[in-house]
């Protein structure tokens, strides 16, 4: 087999739309959620440690903001967990340079402030 073939930004993208739409009992969210973080943490990782990096495009981080939204349930529990996600998604956004208007509407979706 191919022994050098890696995930690029549309395979880790499409996984997180696939999440990020997610339907279901409250498991499969949770499942879905956990494997977005996971998707996360590994295109920190490849950004930080290969030199063919596969970093974050305002495609992510929007859909990173959808997952926060549809995922993490927002009641009185876990709404500071799901500001505190919203807010960190678009922090590295920021940081990194990819706010468009695409990030924006997905970050109004997001807040609890915006209208539903």
Known sequence: GIVDVAPTLVTYNSVLSACAFTVGTDEDRRNALQIS???????????????????PDSFTYSLLLKVCANLIVSNDDDEDKRTHSIEDVFRKCCHDGHVNEIVLKELWNATAFSPR
């Open 37 to 55: 973080l996971l998707i996360l943490a590994e295109i920190e990782q490849q950004k930080a440690t290969t030199s063919n990096t596969v970093a």
